[in-house]
């Protein structure tokens, strides 16, 4: 596609549960990151993939949080047993290479209840 | 580690006039690129214009244009003209030339256009 593109746009679940983020990407671009935006921490970031690999998990606020990223496009981002401080909207980005701008898709807004 | 800090959590600008929106850095590197990303309603981010660290010329996009001075590390945004459209949320970002490039945001600026 033309642009970034996430998946679902709004999620609403109940706290336990496990949801799964999709992101993916504007062809050709290896570099992908998520971040996370909410009320009280502003725009964090979580995990930077280049290609399938992901070299900086260090945003990752707990174990609950996962990614993956399978044929260096579409990338989940899975939280498990789902907590109400993850409600947030989770951003994507991607980039031709970490050297270049990227480029946000609209988010998807998770809210736990 | 590096920190971005907008003091202005909300300015408000009438319709065609000049607004300036302020940011701060701080970092110990001397290669890096900062970011304006504009933030509508629709959530999506929007790469405003960007400036990299070892250009001495201010970048301008349009009616777009920035105050860069490095020494003091202050990375300000001017609006010219502001249009109903320009209304939105404004975020300075700093971004390392190295290693995994992740952005580092401040906290936002909100931008009200006055009809």
């Known amino acids: 596609g033309a642009g970034v593109s996430q998946s679902p746009s709004n999620k609403v679940t109940e706290k336990g549960k496990d949801v799964e983020l999709r992101c993916d990407p504007i062809?050709?671009?290896?570099?992908l990151y998520w971040y996370r935006q909410s009320l009280g921490q502003g725009l964090e970031f979580l995990i930077y993939?280049?290609?399938?690999?992901?070299?900086?998990k260090s945003g990752l606020p707990s174990d609950r949080f996962s990614a993956e990223r399978t044929g260096g496009s579409v990338s989940t981002l899975t939280i498990q047993r789902t907590q109400q401080e993850d409600s947030a909207v989770y951003l994507c980005?991607?980039?031709?290479?970490?050297?270049?701008?990227?480029?946000f898709g609209d988010g998807t807004r998770l809210s736990i209840l | 580690a590096q920190t971005v800090t907008q003091s202005q959590p909300e300015m408000s600008v009438q319709e065609a006039e000049t607004v300036t929106l302020s940011c701060t850095y701080d970092?110990?590197?001397?290669?890096?690129?900062l970011f304006w990303y504009k933030q509508p309603p629709s959530r999506q981010m929007i790469l405003v214009i960007r400036?990299?660290?070892?250009?001495?010329q201010n970048a301008t996009e349009n009616r777009f244009s920035v105050n860069f001075q490095k020494a003091a590390k202050s990375f300000s945004l001017k609006i010219s003209d502001s249009q109903l459209g320009d209304a939105a949320m404004y975020f300075c970002?700093?971004?390392?030339?190295?290693?995994?490039?992740?952005?580092?945001f401040g906290t936002g600026t909100r931008l009200t256009i006055i009809p």
């Open positions: 980005a991607s980039s031709f290479t970490g050297h270049q701008p990227q480029h």
């Open positions: 970002a700093y971004r390392a030339n190295f290693g995994n490039e992740k952005l580092t």
């Open positions: 993939f280049q290609g399938n690999s992901a070299p900086d």
């Open positions: 400036q990299e660290a070892y250009k001495q």
């Open positions: 062809s050709g671009h290896t570099a």
């Open positions: 970092t110990s590197e001397s290669d890096y690129y």
